[in-house]
């Protein structure tokens, strides 16, 4: 990360403290409800720059025998930490996304996420985040992520006819 990152201030019109932030779309794997398969979870605004979330871990999401796999929670903290940068009022993609696994993550246990926009330079965004499960003091993960700001529109230009529709 940068030393000469700035501080970033929410946004007047954010989603306000212990409001949930909107689905980012219905069939997004990371956050829609009608996602035939996804983690679903919901991004909960805090103070400032900040955020919580919640995620089951459901059987379908095992990798080794009884716990959780990598590559789902690696997901699940890139929905909560590109979620957070709406705070902000700006769309963000994902540039770059490292975890750290402290402990194994049961089936059947409940992640509780929690994010802080870091800080950022032009177009980029840095955010941290950990998770534990139930207890604050004992981490199971944590987590960094470079998000960059993005022209929604130029962005999926040439993506948006290969778009699933819920329904379809
Ligand atoms: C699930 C998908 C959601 C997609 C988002 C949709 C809508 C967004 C709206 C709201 C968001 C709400 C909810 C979102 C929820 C979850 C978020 C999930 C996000 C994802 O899951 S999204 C999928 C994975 N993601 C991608 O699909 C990106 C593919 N990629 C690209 O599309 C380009 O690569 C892009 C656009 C990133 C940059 O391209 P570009 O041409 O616009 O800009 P450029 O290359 O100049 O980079 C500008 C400055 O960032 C630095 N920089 C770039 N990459 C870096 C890296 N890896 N490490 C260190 N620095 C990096 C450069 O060094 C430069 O820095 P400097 O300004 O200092 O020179």
Known sequence: MPTDI????????ATRPGEKIGLHHSMCYGCGDE???GLRITVVAGEGVTTTATMKVED??????????GGVLSAAFDEVMGT???LL??????????????KPI?????????CEILG????????????HLGDPDVLVAGAH????????????AGYRDKAVHAGE
Do not use: C, N
């Open 120 to 131: 950022g330079v032009g177009r980029k965004i840095y955010t941290r985040a950990y998770a």
């Open 6 to 13: 700035e501080p970033l201030a929410r946004h007047p019109k």
């Open 60 to 69: 379908w999401m095992q990798g080794g025998p009884g716990v959780i796999h």
């Open 89 to 102: 009022r700006k769309p963000v993609v994902t540039g770059h996304l490292a975890i750290d696994y402290a």
């Open 84 to 86: 957070t940068p709406l």
């Open 145 to 156: 992520a470079l998000f960059i700001e993005i022209d929604l529109e130029k962005h999926f």
């Open 35 to 37: 996602a035939p398969v």
């Open 106 to 114: 049961p089936l059947g246990s409940t992640v509780h996420f929690t």
